[in-house]
């Protein structure tokens, strides 16, 4: 299973962008994703959760970005989306997305995993 990440780049303050994450798996596998999220890390700080969203379509939210940012996930095409709108300079980051994901293997083992994708740099100017 692996998760590509998109859509980064430099925005000025007040501007918006969209990040997207697909979740793709070797030819022929068959895995289910359940809660899908997105994280961020700046220089020096801890990751932080951004955003997260149940496989039923239930979404949490930082305080930090609540209001400004949505997160959204189109389940046919197995990719989540992190809308982020009236970007601050603090949401300078780079940001990962996640995936809790079950792969059912063809001798019957169900592994259950936790994924992440490579990242994508977001950077705000003021």
């Known amino acids: 299973v692996q998760l590509q990440a998109s859509g980064g780049g430099l925005v000025q303050a007040g501007g918006s962008l969209r990040l997207a994450c697909a979740v793709s798996?070797?030819?022929?596998?068959?895995?289910?994703?359940?809660?899908m999220a997105w994280y961020r890390q700046a220089p020096g700080k801890q990751r932080e959760l951004v955003a997260s969203?149940?496989?039923?379509?239930?979404?949490t939210y930082a305080d930090s970005v609540k209001g400004r940012f949505t997160i959204s996930r189109d389940n046919a095409k197995k990719t989540v989306y992190l809308q982020m709108n009236r970007l601050k300079p603090e949401d300078t980051a780079v940001y990962l997305c996640?995936?809790?994901?079950?792969?059912?293997?063809?001798?019957?083992?169900?592994?259950?995993?936790?994924?992440w994708g490579q990242g994508t740099q977001v950077t705000v100017s003021s």
């Open positions: 996640n995936a809790d994901v079950l792969d059912f293997q063809a001798s019957g083992t169900v592994v259950a995993g936790k994924y």
């Open positions: 798996g070797s030819t022929g596998s068959t895995f289910r994703i359940d809660d």
């Open positions: 969203i149940s496989s039923s379509g239930s979404t």
